[in-house]
């Protein structure tokens, strides 16, 4: 969710208890401590929490009594507002709800989104990201990651075609005929890049992937249509059951960006999946992958368009091929770019494997363990509550 701008209404409240979504005090001191047991809490009955919380809108103090409530019952599957989107149908109109930011549609906008969101008991993959990156990589990510193998299998069969169709005089050379020499062979040869032609049609299942008829649907969750973006009440109430969202889903997969690790979101959303769902699986899906498979496509396809215009209408030869890897050009500045994302990725990935070594003989003495905590920028840690999901 990154910075959330599904819920900074609800975050920015004036009585709203600063960062205490799921966790308890930060540990400043390192010495040994008694570890505290908590009373279990007995969650109440959906209708008392509903009620109390229409009483506490009455009298004025809405904000303090439903989040003292939904932060006792974290536990508590509320059904009624879990909504799934097919992962798929996040991809139409060329991915429109990744690249539009929630702050900037208007409010019939978010309504179409609820609307589009399905009922559902439980969520095939949690899309965790930030909104501080561009949603056009998201849409570029995510359609790959459905269609890569339609994409392979129609380029290949494409291609195939439109060679064979080109062996029996179907199809016309390209070009004027060159002349061959090979093996003693010596003669005028027609020019074929009928199979580039055809490859180059395998944008067509990656446009389609929306529409595209897959075995499983599989239902995500993704905050701006999980989460009501009208309605102050129900936002709050997807806000704080995010934990039991988190629970109730068997992957969860991670769209990383640069910026990703540095919002408080997305830790706690990467933490608490750990905490509330040790079984499920964790998926890391850098955006910079799919970046860097566009990127050699098009340069690619494009110096072997180029050679093939300058080969007809310019005469052959060693200055034309070097010619045409001037598209190359981009495509190594691409590739540097996001070789860098790879870095900073890796020294992310370290730097909290770091954190987490050393941090473990201090939470080995204060009865807590190391898999149950998550850093924060500063340096700081905080110890996530293991009884209260």
Not at 45 to 56: H, L, N, P, S, Y
Not at 125 to 133: E, I, K, P, R
Not at 185 to 196: D, I, K, N, Q
């Amino acid at each position: 969710m990154g910075v959330a701008h599904s819920c900074r209404d609800a975050c920015d409240a004036k009585d709203a208890p600063p960062q205490i979504v799921v966790a308890e005090q930060i540990i400043t001191d390192l010495e040994p401590q008694q570890p505290q047991h908590e009373k279990a809490i007995e969650l109440p009955e959906a209708d008392q929490v509903i009620r109390v919380t229409q009483e506490g809108c009455a009298h004025g103090t809405d904000s303090k009594i439903r989040r003292s409530f939904l932060l006792e019952r974290k536990l508590y599957t509320d059904t009624e507002i879990m909504r799934g989107i097919p992962l798929k149908n996040t991809l139409r109109n060329f991915g429109r709800i990744w690249r539009r930011s929630p702050l900037d549609m208007t409010k019939n906008e978010k309504l179409h989104l609820w609307d589009a969101a399905f009922a559902v008991k439980e969520f095939d993959v949690f899309l965790s990201h930030t909104w501080h990156t561009k949603g056009i990589w998201k849409f570029l990510s995510l359609s790959l990651q459905i269609t890569w193998i339609h994409i392979l299998l129609w380029g290949l069969g494409a291609a195939i075609f439109c060679e064979f169709l080109f062996f029996v005089d179907v199809l016309p050379p390209l070009g004027n005929p060159r002349d061959v020499s090979f093996r003693g062979y010596e003669g005028m040869a027609p020019l074929s890049l009928w199979a580039v032609v055809g490859e180059c049609t395998c944008v067509i299942p990656f446009l389609l992937a929306p529409w595209m008829p897959l075995a499983n649907q599989r239902f995500a969750f993704l905050d701006v249509a999980s989460i009501h973006q009208v309605d102050e009440d129900m936002k709050e109430r997807g806000i704080y059951g995010l934990g039991c969202f988190l629970k109730a889903s068997k992957e969860l997969r991670i769209l990383w960006s640069p910026p990703y690790l540095t919002r408080l979101w997305c830790i706690f959303e990467l933490a608490a999946y750990r905490i509330s769902n040790p079984a499920g699986k964790i998926v890391l899906k850098p955006l910079f992958l799919e970046a860097s498979v566009l990127a050699c496509w098009l340069g690619t396809h494009a110096a072997i368009i180029l050679w093939l215009v300058m080969s007809v209408h310019l005469a052959s030869g060693n200055s034309v091929l070097f010619l045409s890897f001037v598209p190359f050009i981009a495509v190594f500045h691409s590739l540097r770019k996001n070789f860098l994302m790879k870095r900073q990725l890796l020294n992310d990935i370290r730097i909290l494997i770091w954190m987490q070594w050393n941090a473990a003989p201090t939470l080995t003495r204060t009865g807590h363990s190391p898999n149950n905590f998550y850093f924060r920028s500063d340096g700081s840690y905080c110890i996530l509550r293991t009884t209260a999901w």
